[in-house]
């Protein structure tokens, strides 16, 4: 019940194209969903995140979207470039247990 | 602002030796976290602090494992004796309290190998 479960677990796009990267999850009592996007060498830093009250999210070219009764979300990069190949993660917590659960990460690639 | 800082980056040590990391926090988070991810799979909990006070160890592996935040500043992790299984990346994370503590800040990792 506690899983996060993320797929494709590696993705290659073009420059310019559109990233998506999904994640489910199982625990009803999850209510904050974050991203994070880590480089090599640096720690998970927080990209975007959504609460199960909204269905989207958008900071710039990230978008988060949100399905609660298919306990789902989905993270949307557009207009991909270069510099946001990275290995992405998704999680989940919750504000009676801030432990975040991890989603197994995504290596992601924008070729030029 | 300084960010989440972490000691040492990498560390190599034999099994059975004795380890040390530490995590400073950023300046006036109360919450503190530790996690850990093993080569290959998912980042996991070990243990969240308030203050000096640790709110929840669930994830902590087993008593080989001690963590402390002494006067609910920086916090250390100590792995006596280590033991193969327990190489990996140790991250460490902070967060402001109330409203804004489930937003937390990640430090940038100890690498901890094993031999």
């Known amino acids: 019940q506690q899983q996060v479960k993320q797929s494709p677990q590696s993705l290659i796009v073009q420059k310019g194209g559109i990233s998506i990267i999904n994640c489910a999850y199982e625990?009803?009592?999850?209510?904050?969903f974050p991203w994070y996007q880590q480089f090599p060498g640096k720690g998970p830093a927080l990209l975007i995140a959504?609460?199960?009250d909204v269905s989207e999210k958008k900071e710039g070219r990230f978008t988060i979207s949100f399905n609660k009764s298919a306990k789902q979300f989905s993270l949307h990069i557009m207009d991909s470039q270069p510099g946001d190949s990275a290995t992405y993660f998704c999680a989940a917590s919750s504000r009676s247990n801030y432990q975040l659960i991890w989603g197994a990460g995504t290596k992601l690639i924008i070729k030029p | 602002e300084a960010g989440v800082t972490q000691f040492p980056s990498h560390s190599v040590i034999e099994k059975g030796q004795t380890v040390t990391l530490r995590c400073d926090p950023i300046?006036?988070?109360?919450?503190l976290y530790w996690y850990r991810r093993v080569m290959g799979k998912e980042i996991k909990f070990l243990l969240h602090?308030?203050?000096?006070?640790?709110?929840?160890e669930s994830g902590m592996p087993n008593n080989r494992f001690l963590a402390e935040r002494t006067g609910g500043t920086y916090s250390t992790l100590k792995v006596q004796p280590a033991e193969l299984e327990d190489s990996g990346v140790y991250f460490c994370?902070?967060?402001?309290?109330?409203?804004?503590?489930?937003?937390?800040?990640f430090g940038p990792g100890t690498r901890l190998t094993v031999l």
């Open positions: 959504i609460r199960p």
């Open positions: 602090f308030v203050k000096e006070s640790k709110q929840d």
């Open positions: 300046s006036g988070h109360d919450n």
């Open positions: 994370a902070s967060s402001q309290g109330g409203g804004l503590a489930l937003s937390q800040f």
């Open positions: 625990n009803t009592a999850f209510d904050y």
